[in-house]
């Protein structure tokens, strides 16, 4: 039998002569042989080193159905895993959306962005913990064009039928690709971490059965000293989770190291990003926004950038700082704040109407 690492290069090879335009039936017997000893991580892992070594990824994108296509054997492969298991409950709500959309339930196909923000903000970043970036990069890109279908569709546009098939073609590939290839890397302990925080974003279709179990964390005892005072860890906790705004900081490696728990958070924030590159925190489409403004804070030439944006009749407000010590700089805060009533403000109040 030839070596995995062997046969990896074999599949590698074949890929990229699909890449150069040789049919499937060229390949076909050969896949066969070198996909007998190969599991789906060892696939994802081909093409994040494809990838790497220069094909573009809008085009491994492109050649996911075709690489499907060839895998679909090897694939088949049934997944058994507890009720209570994060890709038992993806894998069923796949098959709840694929029902609401062949019914018409636009109220349910509203709903359901929960399953990708799920994936996004939690599963995508404990796979990166084990290096595998590209497999759900792919997936995050077709989670954002499956969104644009969904908002044309609710704008009277007849665009069911392509939701379809992008769905059935996007859920094949998360049950056959990505989902093993989770199960491979990820541990028992991992899963369950995982999914306390799938419970904290919440579900749409139906309540998965509860589990017992609280995130791994280190505890700490006593005061923090600052300049102006001490203050004990509940109370600065306390403090900058009862802020009226939400707060993300990122370290000046771009590693996210903390983020609020205010109360009515804008955006989606998940303790899965905690030692996640910001870039993996974005689209690619807004990366390039990203890396502008942190480069203009590392060389001083910026301390702020602002945006606001309308977001279910409010106006939300969104500012980035430089964070700097002594001139230095340590990293970048993320302010986010809902400005509808504050817009409203005139004149003055200087006195207390409370009854």
């Known amino acids: ?21 040789a049919s499937i039936e060229e390949v076909r017997e050969k896949l066969k042989e070198v996909m007998k000893d190969l599991k789906a991580s060892e696939i994802a892992e081909v093409e994040q080193e494809l990838i790497k070594e220069g094909i573009p990824r809008e085009e491994i994108h492109k050649l996911c159905d075709v690489h499907l296509s060839l895998f679909k054997e090897k694939l088949e492969k049934e997944i058994h895993l507890p009720d209570w298991h994060p890709v038992k ?6 098959e709840k959306i694929e029902e609401a959309v062949k019914n018409g339930d636009l109220e349910l196909i509203k709903n359901s962005g929960r399953h990708y923000l799920r994936e996004e903000n939690v599963l995508f970043p404990y796979l990166e913990k084990y290096g595998i970036v590209e497999p759900s990069a792919i997936m995050w890109r077709e989670h954002d064009r499956i969104r644009e279908i969904e908002k044309e ?8 039928e392509e939701l379809e098939e992008i769905l059935k073609s ?17 541990s028992e302990e991992e899963w369950k971490e995982i999914r306390l925080q799938f419970d904290e974003i919440g579900y749409f279709a139906f309540e998965p059965e509860k589990i017992r179990g609280e995130m791994r964390k280190e505890i700490k005892e006593g005061f923090i000293n600052f300049e102006t005072g001490e203050m004990k860890i509940e109370e600065i906790e306390a403090i900058l989770n009862n802020v009226p705004f939400d707060i993300t900081f990122v370290d000046k490696d ?11 958070r804008i955006f989606v924030r998940t303790k899965a990003i905690i ?3 910001v870039q993996n925190c974005h689209p690619s489409k807004s990366i390039h926004i990203v890396n502008k403004i942190i480069d203009e804070f590392k060389k001083g030439k910026r301390n702020e950038a602002s945006f606001w944006i309308d977001m279910n009749g409010r106006k939300i ?28 403000i005139e004149g003055e109040k200087r006195l207390l109407d409370w009854e």
């Open 170 to 186: 996007h859920f094949y590939k998360e049950n056959k690709v990505l989902f093993p290839t989770a199960i491979d890397v990820i």
């Open 317 to 344: 407000l969104i500012r980035y700082f430089a964070v700097r010590r002594n001139g230095e700089y340590v990293g970048t805060i993320e302010v986010t704040q809902d400005i509808t009533d504050i817009k409203k």
């Open 1 to 21: 039998m030839e070596a995995i690492g062997n046969k990896k290069g074999i599949l590698k090879s074949i890929i990229k002569q699909i890449h150069e335009g």
């Open 89 to 94: 409950i993806l894998m069923k709500e796949h």
């Open 153 to 160: 569709i609710f704008r009277g546009k007849d665009k069911i």
């Open 275 to 277: 030692g996640r590159k």
């Open 254 to 264: 771009d590693t996210v190291k903390y983020f609020n728990q205010s109360k009515d």
